[in-house]
């Protein structure tokens, strides 16, 4: 069962959805995307799967969604809520920041601050739509642990094709930046919900060896 709590930050109060793992070996910190929230179905799938193999899944929602807005705040304010959240968890576990879209640009940026084991980066907004000339790639590029990015082959927010050859990628065939692939394709939620969790438990678990 999901616990609900509320904790201050300095924009204002958040919300921790958080998934406990009996006896937890890992902390698995997701921040959700500018346009949606913490029920995102790839990050729901994780909350859900991840316990039972013994790894908490902690799901942030911000301060800015908390309040009723429908506009996400500066990147700033998203680094600093999640900050200030995760050193009042004190977890004893290795902690892997990620989140999707916003989510996992934070979660690169806040990497190394938080002493992050690993990095999950769901739909990372590699650049605008239509804009690769103002590329995002440096927030990735600096992360100095190991980075897993699930991308959608059709992500108009950057392709596969379009990272740098070195990074680690797995793609979810023929879906979007929300993870959906059209019914046409064959791809299913369940099968996409399969890709995301099965990547995040071989990154986690990399990590735990």
């Given at each position: 069962m999901t616990e609900v709590r509320t904790w201050g930050t300095p924009h204002g109060d958040a919300r921790l959805h958080v998934d406990r793992a009996r006896s937890p070996r890992a902390t698995v910190f997701l921040q959700h995307g500018a346009g949606g929230g913490p029920d995102a179905p790839d990050l729901v799938a994780l909350a859900v799967a991840l316990p039972p193999q013994g790894i908490t899944v902690i799901r942030l929602e911000q301060p800015w969604r908390v309040a009723g807005r429908k506009v996400a705040t500066?990147?700033?304010?998203?680094?600093?809520?999640?900050?200030?959240?995760?050193?009042?968890?004190r977890s004893r576990t290795p902690l892997i920041l990620g989140g999707r879209s916003a989510g996992a640009r934070s979660s690169c940026r806040i990497a190394h601050h938080l002493g992050a084991s690993a990095v999950l980066a769901l739909s990372f907004p590699l650049h605008p739509p239509g804009k690769p000339e103002r590329s995002r790639v440096e927030e990735l590029t600096s992360v100095?642990?190991?980075?897993?990015?699930?991308?959608?082959?059709?992500?108009?927010?950057?392709?596969?094709?379009?990272?740098p050859p070195d990074q680690r990628l797995v793609v979810v065939p023929a879906a979007d930046h929300g993870l959906k692939a059209p019914k046409r394709s064959g791809v299913t939620p369940a099968d996409v919900a399969q890709i995301v969790v099965e990547s995040a438990l071989e990154l986690i678990e990399q990590r735990l060896i």
């Open positions: 500066p990147p700033a304010t998203l680094d600093a809520g999640a900050i200030a959240v995760v050193d009042r968890l100095r642990v190991p980075t897993l990015v699930v991308q959608g082959e059709r992500d108009p927010f950057g392709t596969p094709g379009e990272f």
